[in-house]
């Protein structure tokens, strides 16, 4: 005799008894179902979730190989849902370490750390589409993603500094920037009496 789901959900627990109620109506197999016990599946971390950082890689991966086949159309659509789909999820993580402020450091600072990853991952895109737009001699496309990724980035880091350099290259700018401090111009001296 077969127990009934409805009985096991109350006698066991959590995903144990949803594994187990699924193995018996729908013929899980015991592989799958030890498998549930130990390590649950968490469907936001596979890759054919769109909330996921897999999915945006996974989307960058095939940009790269429309690239390679100078297929820049499905390059540019790619790119597209990459950038949108890392810069929801840097959102997400900042308004999650937000809310952890003075609550839980560690949630905090995680949540904190995949907003910044998320956000160099999306900086990346953009980086990756304004080259796409520059190939296709289309700047006007170019240089609003170029300014992004230094707002984001800063002239200070590589890739703002990479960002700058096509803005140069474009004609954008008129001068060019190799990494140095600033400097202020030098006071006129007084004049002599």
């Given at each position: 005799?077969?127990?009934?789901?409805?009985?096991?959900?109350?006698?066991?627990?959590?995903?144990?008894?949803?594994?187990?109620?699924?193995?018996?109506?729908?013929?899980?197999?015991?592989?799958?179902?030890?498998?549930?016990?130990?390590?649950?599946?968490?469907?936001?971390?596979?890759?054919?979730?769109?909330?996921?950082?897999?999915?945006?890689?996974?989307?960058?991966?095939?940009?790269?190989?429309?690239?390679?086949?100078?297929?820049?159309?499905?390059?540019?659509?790619?790119?597209?849902?990459?950038?949108?789909?890392?810069?929801?999820?840097?959102?997400?993580?900042?308004?999650?370490?937000?809310?952890?402020?003075?609550?839980?450091?560690?949630?905090?600072?995680?949540?904190?750390?995949?907003?910044?990853?998320?956000?160099?991952?999306?900086?990346?895109?953009?980086?990756?589409?304004?080259?796409?737009?520059?190939?296709?001699?289309?700047?006007?496309?170019?240089?609003?993603?170029?300014?992004?990724?230094?707002?984001?980035?800063?002239?200070?880091?590589?890739?703002?500094?990479?960002?700058?350099?096509?803005?140069?290259?474009?004609?954008?700018?008129?001068?060019?920037?190799?990494?140095?401090?600033?400097?202020?111009?030098a006071e006129p001296e007084?004049?002599?009496?």
């Amino acid at each position: 005799m077969v127990a009934s789901p409805h009985f096991l959900r109350f006698t066991l627990g959590g995903w144990a008894a949803a594994a187990l109620s699924v193995a018996l109506v729908g013929g899980m197999s015991g592989a799958a179902l030890a498998q549930s016990d130990t390590e649950p599946v968490r469907p936001l971390n596979q890759a054919s979730s769109s909330l996921s950082i897999a999915s945006g890689q996974q989307l960058m991966t095939e940009a790269s190989a429309a690239i390679a086949e100078q297929n820049y159309d499905l390059a540019e659509e790619k790119l597209k849902q990459a950038r949108e789909s890392f810069n929801e999820l840097s959102t997400y993580y900042q308004e999650l370490a937000q809310l952890f402020v003075g609550v839980d450091t560690q949630i905090n600072r995680s949540n904190r750390e995949k907003a910044l990853e998320t956000a160099q991952l999306r900086d990346q895109a953009s980086y990756q589409l304004a080259l796409v737009y520059r190939s296709q001699d289309q700047p006007n496309e170019a240089v609003p993603l170029l300014m992004e990724i230094l707002r984001s980035q800063q002239p200070t880091r590589e890739l703002g500094q990479r960002a700058y350099q096509q803005l140069f290259e474009l004609g954008f700018v008129d001068e060019p920037y190799a990494g140095r401090a600033a400097t202020t111009p030098a006071e006129p001296e007084a004049p002599a009496e």
